[in-house]
């Protein structure tokens, strides 16, 4: 069966300090891999995805993701945090028609 | 503007009474789906729709239909609702099943008491 797991519940990071928020894998095939951030009171907005080529992918506000095959995952990460960057994160995975999303990894900014 | 539109945005009801969450979408996508979030679970998704008079069960259909007359509607029903369907819901859109980004809609939180 398919799935897509974010081992953190939370990350905690201070301002200016690089983040990473943790997401692996489990789709056959060549997996499309998403990344999406939900702020209070909103639906999901899409940062970036991958379907296939470069591996380090770009997307919104300054982040990105690196998929790594070998070790299926699709972590994402920015150089520099901003206590707007808080917020709940959700790692999403799919293949063949079915998008599986993670539980979500809520992102906390200290000033 | 592209966009996703949901209504009601906040809705208690009791248990048995039938109610029907819209969900509409201006970008002429193909494939909408319907999630339900809960603390702890994530997205979990209810049921989607490939396209017109096309709809199938996602991971947790029970207790929902769905109907796919038009393309750009794609509502959500609860015949009798009970209590452990209390949650945010959030309906969602692309052009394509597992390529594309989802557009999402801004939500609807149920409470059934």
């Known amino acids: 069966a398919q799935s897509v797991a974010q081992p953190e519940d939370q990350v905690n990071v201070a301002e200016g300090n690089p983040l990473t928020v943790k997401c692996t894998y489990s789709?056959?095939?060549?997996?499309?891999l998403f990344w999406y951030v939900q702020y209070p009171n909103r639906g999901l907005q899409f940062l970036l995805k991958?379907?296939?080529?470069?591996?380090l992918v770009k997307g919104s506000y300054g982040f990105e993701a690196e998929f790594n095959k070998s070790q299926t995952s699709f972590h994402l990460k920015k150089p520099s945090a901003l206590v707007s960057d808080s917020a709940l994160y959700f790692c999403?995975?799919?293949?063949?028609?079915?998008?599986?999303f993670g539980k979500g990894t809520r992102l906390h900014i200290l000033p | 503007e592209a966009q996703v539109t949901q209504n009601p945005r906040y809705l208690i009801t009791v248990t048995g009474k039938k109610l029907t969450v819209t969900c509409s979408q201006n970008?002429?996508?193909?494939?909408m789906s319907w999630y339900r979030q809960d603390p702890g679970l994530g997205l979990r998704q209810i049921y989607y729709?490939?396209?017109?008079?096309?709809?199938d069960k996602g991971d947790v259909p029970e207790g929902y239909k769905v109907s796919r007359k038009e393309k750009r509607n794609f509502p959500l029903i609860l015949e009798s609702p009970s209590p452990n369907q209390t949650s945010l819901y959030f309906c969602?859109?692309?052009?394509?099943?597992?390529?594309?980004?989802?557009?999402f809609g801004s939500g609807t939180q149920l409470s059934v008491l």
């Open positions: 969602a859109s692309s052009l394509l099943a597992d390529e594309e980004k989802l557009f």
């Open positions: 789709v056959s095939g060549n997996p499309y």
């Open positions: 991958y379907i296939t080529g470069d591996n």
């Open positions: 999403a995975g799919g293949r063949d028609d079915k998008i599986i």
């Open positions: 970008m002429n996508h193909e494939y």
């Open positions: 729709s490939m396209n017109v008079e096309v709809t």
